[in-house]
């Protein structure tokens, strides 16, 4: 009997500020067991971007790739 052993991608995309930054990599991290990404929001999405964790402005996307 042959066992696969496949891995699934699990793909997250956090939006945040900067006072939950570190705890957004740190989610990724937990979830995907794999490096983070980290870059800024782009100007016409920041407009209504909000944090995923307080009513604050989003100025970061932390993302596994």
Same mark, same amino acid.
């Given at each position: ?8 991608? =699990? ?14 990599? *740190?989610?990724?991290? *937990?979830? =995907? ?6 870059? =800024?929001? *782009? ?5 209504? =971007?909000?944090?995923?964790?307080? *009513? ?10």
């Amino acid at each position: 009997m042959i066992q696969s052993h496949q891995k699934v991608v =699990t793909r997250l995309r956090i939006l945040c500020c900067k006072e939950h930054v570190e705890l957004a990599l *740190d989610v990724v991290v *937990d979830e =995907t067991e794999e490096v983070p990404h980290l870059e =800024t929001v *782009d100007n016409h999405e920041e407009l209504s =971007t909000k944090c995923e964790y307080c *009513d604050g402005r989003a100025i970061y996307i932390v993302e596994n790739k």
